[in-house]
């Protein structure tokens, strides 16, 4: 679902690519000085693994790093997002919540919410939800929470609720992907309230910009049989 986080520009993959100025000093800043090339080197091919989809390799490099630097936060971030792709919940969700710790920044909490909900934890979903609203974060990092929480409320059985969550304000030109998948949980919901001019109103929204979005066949035929 989310990708490592791009503060300001993307991590550039292999070992022997000069890293950012930004993850240079920011891993300088709590890593001792003997410690410092090994460290950006090993970050350097977990993005290069994490970027060509070998998520196991990422964690082994990245575990590594975290033993050099356990306090920098771009470790904890990579290494919880690899964890998360490998379905290793607990893990994602301690190196997720170390890097929120670490930073302040409420990018990832989305991911959190879906690490809460594999764990069943759900009680604690709703609590991750609420301490965003109180946080505030990024618009992409909002619409990403929005699309988590609207589908765990839906699978709760509170689509209500759920279409609050998610159901947009407006319709815009430009969406990104956040956008699209926020659009489609409120498809999701308006079906399941009877509202189906909206769902398929929201449909076509999603199909003028991506037809090929997953889920979307199985959308089409729910709307279909619903008239």
């Known amino acids: 679902m989310s990708k490592p986080q791009q503060r300001r520009g993307r991590i550039p993959a292999g070992k022997d690519v000069t890293l950012p100025k930004w993850i ?59 964890d998360y792709r490998l379905g290793r919940w607990k893990e994602a969700l301690a190196e997720l919540r170390t890097y929120r710790r670490l930073t302040g920044d409420t990018m990832h909490m ?17 609590k991750v939800w609420r ?16 699309v988590v929480y609207g589908s765990f409320l839906i699978d709760e059985g509170d689509v209500r ?14 969406p990104h992907e956040e956008d699209l998948r926020q659009w489609y949980v409120a498809a999701r919901a308006a079906l399941l309230l009877g509202d189906v001019p909206t769902a398929r109103k929201l449909l076509k929204a999603i199909e003028r910009h991506d037809e090929s979005m997953p889920g979307l066949d199985d959308l089409r035929e729910q709307i279909a049989a619903a008239g």
């Open 24 to 82: 240079r000093e920011d891993v300088g800043r709590v890593t001792r000085k003997e410690r410092l090339k090994p460290t950006l080197e090993l970050i350097g091919a977990a993005a290069d693994a994490f970027e060509a989809g070998r998520y196991h390799k990422a964690r082994l490099d990245l575990l590594k790093a975290k033993e050099l630097s356990p306090r920098a936060p771009v470790i904890r971030e990579l290494l919880g997002l690899a």
């Open 131 to 146: 301490e965003l609203q109180s946080l505030g974060g990024r618009p992409e990092a909002v619409k990403e929470a929005r």
């Open 110 to 126: 989305a991911v959190e919410m879906d690490a809460l909900r594999a764990l069943g934890r759900l009680e604690d979903v709703h």
């Open 161 to 174: 609720r759920a279409w609050d969550v998610v159901g947009p304000e407006r319709l815009t030109d430009r």
